[in-house]
């Protein structure tokens, strides 16, 4: 059960990210971007991390 509640917390957290990209783009905010990019790339690595250890 451990592994699909990782799963669905990093498509959560990728869905605000990439929120975050769009509207940072939409007020041309580099930094709300910048913050969207590394909650996606963290989301990710985590959500990796995360796989590969229930294995």
Known sequence: MKPL?????VLL???L???AV???E???SP???GLGVLLVVGAVV????TLRRAR
């Open 5 to 9: 509640l990782a799963v669905v917390a």
């Open 13 to 15: 957290v990728i869905g």
């Open 17 to 19: 990210g990439v929120a």
């Open 22 to 24: 769009v509207l940072g």
């Open 26 to 28: 939409a007020d041309d």
């Open 31 to 33: 930094g709300l971007q």
């Open 46 to 49: 985590a959500g990796v991390r």
